[in-house]
């Protein structure tokens, strides 16, 4: 707030005061001493309502710039971008080789190959653990895990036929294989009489991924932007 409308303040205060003191006391007096201390009160209280106002604007600035900081630091800064960076490239090798395993899968079925998948997945997060978050290690963990599942089930139904168990195995690995697959491309929300979770389908996984990159927002923003860009230009 501007320093002299405070001093102006300050002034009318003072010569309020002053004139209530220095009137003469007697029936008029009185009445325009009472009078003289009305600027006073009216001083006092504009100027407690404007130090509330420039207390709140002062409160908001800091606000505004704590969140500037944090986006020039968390958005804009060599760190935050080489990040970024390193996440889509981990993010793109690493769905580029899911594709290839859920290829051999849904050509195959469960088979033993889904443990050299896994095995893929794992050397991938590992080669880049440092740019990956824990709550994407957690997620990719889960898909690995199934992928496992899948292949150990596997190679156990090939190498030891008619052992004890198998048919457990064998319906072990189809379910498995359906949760990995998803609802969508099993056709069905359910494989043996239970519901398909998608907890470690494709299409999960993938949805996680985008999130953390910002993927769709990202792209909602910039469509806007042209959006706004275009009517600007045809107003003109």
């Not at 006391?25 to 106002?53: F, N």
């Not at 292949?151 to 498995?176: D, F, L, R």
């Not at 907890?199 to 769709?216: F, M, P, Q, S």
């Not at 910039?222 to 009517?231: D, G, K, N, Y």
Request: with cysteine; aromatic share 8%; charged share 20%.
């Amino acid at each position: 707030m501007n320093r002299k409308f405070y001093v102006a303040l300050v002034a009318v205060f003072v010569g309020s005061i002053l004139a209530w003191s220095l009137l003469p006391v007697g029936r008029i007096g009185d009445v325009v001493r009472e009078l003289s201390g009305i600027p006073a009160i009216g001083a006092l209280c504009l100027a407690l309502y404007q130090i509330a106002r420039d207390s709140i604007a002062h409160d908001r600035s800091l606000v505004v710039l704590e969140v500037q900081n944090s986006f020039s630091i968390g958005a804009t800064s060599h760190m935050a971008i080489v990040a970024f960076d390193k996440h889509v490239a981990f993010s793109e090798e690493y769905v580029s080789s899911m594709f290839e395993i859920l290829t051999v899968l849904f050509r195959e079925g469960p088979c033993q190959e889904a443990l050299d998948g896994a095995s893929t997945l794992l050397s991938i997060r590992k080669r880049w653990s440092l740019w990956v978050t824990p709550q994407v290690e957690a997620d990719l963990e889960g898909f690995e895990k199934a992928l496992r599942k899948i292949g150990t089930s596997a190679y156990v139904v090939t190498n030891a036929p008619g052992s004890p168990g198998q048919n457990e195995t064998v319906k072990g690995m189809y379910a498995q294989f359906a949760e990995v697959m998803g609802s969508k491309v099993m056709g069905a929300k359910e494989w043996d009489g239970k519901q398909i979770t998608e907890d470690v389908a494709l299409h999960t996984i993938i949805g996680k991924l985008r999130r953390v990159l910002g993927v769709e927002e990202l792209t909602n923003l910039r469509a806007r932007l042209v959006s706004q860009a275009l009517q600007s230009k045809q107003q003109d």
